[in-house]
């Protein structure tokens, strides 16, 4: 919680978690008072005031039906003192905030100057087109410039902002509705917004991102910019202290017509992901698709894919097949990267994370403006490439987010001269540079979403005051995933129930699974919801169950994995009328929660092979091996597959039914070489003090290369039980020798059972250990 000012963690604490309004105003004046702030003291002793009245009105005994409305609005007067404070904390600081709040001080957010001021640049500009084209183009530059100043000051100004009044939030929304001022303006300031709301919830900064979205129709990337700022805003800390906000949420989310609108959020959340696995995404790229493709350096690209230099070496000779197969792996590389962008990860965060150190990305204005050629820091970039197409291509239609647009015209000025003359010429005509426009895609709400983001995380990334900010991305090493919108505590699983299983899939298929343990411990099913969703929409109930089976399973939670697996063949079994068993039988586990049946009810003949095959692996597992037999036995029946026999073995021998598990094995020992089955015989012979029996089995599986460490424990169980204590003594040491931080009387201990039914008593236990112990020891 606001890791950007650890100093005032006791005061959110109280304010937020025990709203306990006495305590946190006493913690934050005392803290005020310790640093010497007294700006805030008028408004903390209005607060105390209003506070002590309420105290006054309850000792004379008057019930007063608004108190805890009026108790509510001081947390929230109090939370907007504690917003502003950190504000100022974060200004005395330095930093970023520091040198925004000097060049912010002109600049009045709720006068209708800032708006007049960007109408009026639109006017200049479409006025300059009257004046001479000599005249005009210094003109333009100049006012360009004074242009980019100014609105750098607007957007430092909102990013320093305090708690928004309702005059900024009315001055802003008509800036940002008004047709007259420039599209990149609004643009770049809406992120000033969303920004200056990343380290506390502002229900108007909230709103006005709101009101944004829904009124603006015409301009698609400023609404996905107002849809990504309203969502990182719902998720920042502050928001369970406004009731009104929160119902905002919920009627604009949950509305009939909001079937669109769910598919965006979950479109988002994706997306989110993909952000925020950029560098892994790169580190795979360098590590599988790269070194590939630096290994066909004798490859060309065009405009028509890959071609092979025409070059008649001596390796060509030797090795005729050799430029073809690179050709190919080549081609394999460019599509998988293609693929890696089509699903959405960001393949160019790697190359462009190093091109950030331009003078332009010292403002932090300018890693949100989206790109262009009229901007006054592209002028010497245009005049120094003149013609080449590749500008062109970079602003219509390369898939490189703003940021990286910039950062790549740059780049390519700072070499331009030394690049040979061929490379100038390929450039020129757009050839090989692999910067294909992508009409289909560039157009759609998605991808500008997508790219909009891709600018934000650079940001969060790379900037140098990006600890000023909390980061609504994560990485693998301080991976906090508790404030995605979809954990948000105001989603209702009845409305969201769709998005929300597509994105637990999402989670298993990208191997998030810190992030599906949290959806699953914020969407735990009532009894109610599973009832519901039985009758509304079974198949997706099964997939819930499915998925968190997977869960419990790659977390090696035997239990929880059971029960799982046992809810997905309930649910089946449920939604087919004709296996006779109705809702009303249904019972709960009382641990778990998970929908039950009793074993007597609990029919295997409706489930599919997989689902049958994850009950009866997770059933031997979790120990009830009993249901492990009857699972494996209706697989047999519906799959000859001679491994479910084998499964079944093992199930009845944890039985206890040792003979009726030989009668499994014997033949498929004999059937084929199989060493895991001889190795299940051999344990069985020895579970039945048959060492003899035991040990051809064991001298088998020793003579094959597929021992196990365990193999020669148990072999030498069958040496010493007939007392061939010199063989059993070798083969226990070749066990040590693989486990140097192990002792052998852990798994004499472990096996006591099986020795003390062979007749092996403590002493001889205690006499082997020290025959094996190793002689320096």
């Not at 006054?376 to 987010?401: R, T, Y």
Request: proline share 3%; aromatic share 12%; glycine share 4%.
């Amino acid at each position: 919680m606001h890791p950007t000012s650890p100093e005032l963690q006791p005061v959110w604490s109280q304010l937020l978690e025990q709203q306990n309004l006495p305590l946190a105003l006493k913690t934050l004046r005392q803290f005020l008072n310790e640093k010497g702030i007294p700006q805030f003291d008028a408004r903390l002793d209005d607060i105390m005031s209003s506070y002590q009245l309420m105290k006054d009105y309850m000792l004379r005994g008057y019930q007063d039906p608004m108190r805890p409305q009026l108790y509510h609005s001081m947390l929230q007067q109090l939370y907007a003192v504690a917003f502003d404070v950190r504000l100022r904390l974060a200004v005395i600081k330095g930093g970023y905030h520091g040198l925004a709040e000097l060049s912010a001080r002109r600049i009045d957010l709720s006068s209708e100057e800032v708006r007049l001021q960007l109408e009026g640049y639109v006017q200049d500009l479409a006025m300059l087109s009257l004046e001479p084209e000599g005249i005009r183009k210094e003109k333009e530059h100049y006012l360009r410039r004074q242009h980019q100043h100014y609105l750098s000051s607007v957007f430092d100004a909102i990013v320093v902002s305090y708690y928004w009044n309702e005059a900024v939030y009315d001055a802003l929304l008509k800036l940002f509705c008004s047709p007259m001022v420039d599209t990149f303006d609004s643009q770049t300031l809406l992120s000033a917004v969303t920004l200056s709301g990343m380290n506390g919830f502002d229900p108007l900064r909230f709103k006005l991102l709101l009101e944004v979205w829904q009124q603006t129709e015409a301009d698609e990337e400023l609404r996905q910019r107002a849809f990504v700022g309203w969502v990182l805003l719902a998720s920042s800390d502050g928001m369970q202290l406004f009731e009104a906000s929160e119902q905002l949420l919920r009627t604009t989310v949950e509305a009939p017509d909001a079937d669109a609108l769910r598919r965006d959020l979950y479109a988002l959340q994706c997306q989110i992901f993909f952000c925020s696995n950029a560098r892994r995404d790169n580190e795979k790229m360098q590590k599988d698709i790269i070194p590939t493709l630096m290994k066909g350096q004798q490859l060309h690209f065009n405009r028509f894919g890959i071609e092979e230099k025409e070059e008649d070496t001596l390796e060509d000779i030797l090795h005729p097949d050799k430029a073809e197969q690179e050709m190919e792996r080549a081609e394999e590389s460019i599509n998988r990267m293609m693929e890696m962008q089509k699903q959405g990860a960001d393949i160019y965060f790697g190359g462009f994370s190093q091109m950030k150190r331009f003078p332009f990305f010292s403002s932090v204005s300018n890693w949100f403006v989206p790109f262009s050629k009229q901007n006054p820091d592209m002028e010497a970039v245009l005049n120094q490439l003149g013609n080449a197409k590749i500008v062109d291509i970079m602003l219509n239609g390369s898939p490189f987010c703003n940021s990286d647009k910039y950062s790549f015209g740059f780049a390519i000025k700072s070499v331009y001269a030394q690049l040979p003359a061929n490379v100038r010429e390929m450039m020129n005509s757009a050839d090989g540079m692999m910067l294909r426009p992508s009409y289909e895609d560039a157009d759609k709400p998605a991808y500008k979403r997508l790219q909009y983001l891709q600018d934000l995380y650079r940001f969060f990334e790379l900037n140098a005051y990006r600890e000023e900010f909390r980061n609504p991305f994560w990485n693998d090493c301080s991976a906090e995933q508790n404030d995605q919108f979809f954990l948000h505590r105001d989603l209702s699983f009845s409305a969201f129930h769709k998005e929300i299983i597509a994105l637990m899939a999402f989670a298993v298929k990208r191997k998030e699974w810190k992030f599906l343990r949290q959806l699953y411990a914020r969407y735990p099913l009532s009894e109610t919801e599973i009832h519901q969703m039985l009758v509304s929409d079974s198949e997706r109930l099964l997939r819930y169950y499915r998925l968190q089976y997977t869960l419990f399973n790659h977390f090696h939670e035997e239990k929880k994995a059971f029960a799982a697996s046992r809810a997905v063949i309930v649910v089946g079994l449920l939604r087919h009328e004709e296996s006779g068993v109705g809702v009303e039988r249904l019972e709960f586990d009382d641990e778990t929660g998970l929908p039950t049946l009793s074993d007597k009810l609990l029919k295997l003949d409706n489930a599919n092979e997989k689902e049958l095959r994850s009950y009866a692996a997770s059933a031997l597992r979790y120990g009830r091996f009993d249901e492990a037999n009857r699972a494996y036995q209706y697989l047999y029946t519906m799959k000859d597959d001679k491994r479910f026999l084998w499964y079944q073995s093992l199930a009845l021998m944890n039985m206890g039914q040792l003979d009726d598990a030989l009668k499994l094995l014997y033949p498929l020992d004999m059937e084929d070489e199989n060493v895991s089955v001889k190795r299940t015989i051999a344990w069985i012979l020895l579970l039945q003090c048959k060492p003899m029996q035991a040990e051809r089995y064991y001298d088998a599986i020793l003579s094959t290369q597929e021992v196990i460490d365990e193999d020669y424990v148990n072999a030498g169980y069958s040496k010493w039980l007939q007392n061939k204590n010199n063989e059993a003594v070798i083969l226990f040491k070749s066990w040590v020798s693989r486990h140097s931080d192990e002792k052998i009387s852990s798994v004499f201990v472990q096996d006591r059972q099986l020795l003390m039914d062979n007749g092996i008593t403590a002493i001889d236990r205690m006499l082997m250990e020290d025959m094996v112990k190793p002689r320096d020891v």
